[in-house]
């Protein structure tokens, strides 16, 4: 049988019951200016988290066919400031510097030496579109290991022409696909897709790849994590 | 599970009404947490696929609509990306708390659309649409919004399913491959998101024409005076 109560009663039930919903009213901090900046960011932080946690270093990108291309003059060139920041092709070098046993100034030529991987992979741009590529040349794992790179670094660090920075893990700097690419499509890379030398990493994000290397340093702890990464995009964005 | 049910009695005039239990407070939280991170993940949503906003090739862009920026949360893509993947955490960890729920508590019986359900179907919708008679109510939900409510539940499942093709094309590259790639992977999961937009404008339409007591037993877990309770 149903119990009774006199209709004072429930209404005093209701409304204890209602006040058990107030946890909700915590979600309003998120309109709070002062804390939803940090809450926002501790929330993009674990999202990185989980992506690092996600990340499997023997799981490789889809690759492609060369049917599956998307032909070279429809692939976007995108940069944050100019499409071309007239690198002097006769003196350029990378130059390394950080946790390596041999840093230094390193030619074209020293790093196209490397064994030349050549891949078919997907480029992810943040903005939501996406094409497949053809991409050549040498595992940044072997370049870390020509260098002499200390195997317990974390990060590694790029500078480029356009004065553009970025940042990798480890993890993926050391997988197999990630690239120091010095070929699109077959032929030497163009001015305006990074000449002569740019990263190319299928489990990264678009923004990650940076174009016009000038610099490459690998460090313990993570200085600056990226241009885009400074106005608020996500540090690690692996796909 | 046995409903809970009272008799609520007034002393001054004598008059005795019946209440039911129907919303347990996890329910209801995770209702209202819901119904926050939905309008987050789909305000966020907009403004990242303002962005680009087709599901066409980048050269040459053919946009699919101009969605005006006042509806969209985040204020550029990257602030909206901060917005996206932060509640996509609330409204997974909701998600999982409210079936987890359901199916541990038993409670699932009540709202879950089984095959026992299908005869009854067609007798709601002539009621609702082509103003047929109405069906007896006999449980909490009937037929119509048992289905209702148990798509939902899958539009949200595939909405996260969806979503990490799209957030992790390379970790969880079988997903998106059952999806037809990244680039199809994008546009269902912006599909999935306009069905669950649907079923929130049916929803809210259900609850103006349901009234007060339906909507307060949302908040307080109790609704007053229940049709499926005989009196």
């Known amino acids: 049988m ?112 490397l064994p030349k991987v050549t891949q078919n992979t997907r480029h992810v741009c943040v903005e939501g579109w996406d094409v ?108 | 599970m046995a409903t809970r049910a009272i008799a609520i009695e007034n002393v001054k005039t004598g008059e005795v009404t019946e209440a039911v239990y129907e919303h347990p407070l996890l329910i209801r939280l995770c209702h209202w947490v819901n119904a926050v991170s939905l309008f987050v993940m789909v305000g966020s949503g907009f403004q990242i696929f303002r962005a680009f906003p087709s599901f066409g090739a980048k050269i040459p862009q053919k946009d699919l609509l101009h969605w005006p920026k006042a509806f969209a949360l985040g204020g550029w893509l990257g602030g909206a990306l901060q917005w996206h993947l932060t509640f996509m955490w609330i409204y997974i960890a909701t998600g999982l708390l409210y079936v987890g729920y359901q199916v541990f508590s038993g409670n699932y019986k009540q709202v879950l659309f089984a095959p026992r359900d299908i005869p009854g179907v067609w007798p709601m919708v002539r009621h609702y649409f082509f103003f047929g008679p109405k069906p007896p109510v006999k449980e909490t939900y009937n037929p119509l919004q048992k289905h209702a409510y148990t798509s939902a539940i899958g539009l949200g499942v ?22 037809g790639g990244f680039h199809l992977a994008r546009l269902w999961h912006f599909l999935v998101m306009w069905a669950i937009l649907g079923f929130v404008f049916g929803h809210l339409v259900m609850v103006v024409l349901h009234g007060w007591n339906n909507f307060v037993s949302m908040l307080t877990g109790w609704k007053k005076d229940p049709e499926y309770v005989s009196k």
């Open chain 1, 2 to 113: 149903n119990s009774r109560t006199d209709h004072r009663k429930f209404k005093s039930i209701n409304r204890r019951e209602l006040l058990k919903l107030t946890p909700v009213v915590a979600l309003g901090a998120f309109a709070i200016p002062r804390l939803q900046k940090q809450l926002l960011k501790t929330g993009l932080g674990f999202s990185d988290w989980a992506s690092a946690k996600l990340f499997r270093s023997g799981h490789l990108a889809p690759t492609f066919a060369d049917s599956d291309l998307t032909p070279f003059d429809k692939f976007p060139v995108n940069d944050y400031d100019v499409d071309d920041p007239e690198v002097d092709f006769d003196k350029w070098t990378l130059t390394v510097t950080g946790a390596v046993q041999k840093p230094g100034d390193y030619t074209l030529a020293q790093i196209q030496a």
């Open chain 2, 158 to 179: 595939l909405s996260v399913l969806t979503g990490f093709a799209v957030w992790k094309p390379v970790q969880f590259s079988w997903l998106a491959w059952m999806m």
């Open chain 1, 132 to 239: 497949i590529g053809r991409f050549s040349g040498v595992r940044l794992s072997d370049f870390l290991k020509m260098i002499g790179a200390d195997p317990a670094a974390r990060f590694v660090t790029v500078e480029c022409a356009d004065d553009y920075y970025e940042s990798l893990d480890m993890a993926t700097v050391l997988h197999p696909q990630s690239l120091l690419c010095y070929e699109m499509y077959d032929q030497p890379l163009t001015r305006e897709h990074g000449a002569p030398l740019r990263l190319n990493i299928p489990t990264k994000i678009g923004y990650k790849q940076a174009k016009y290397l000038t610099d490459l340093k690998v460090s313990h702890v993570l200085e600056k994590a990226g241009y885009w990464e400074d106005q608020g995009y996500s540090d690690f964005y692996g796909l």
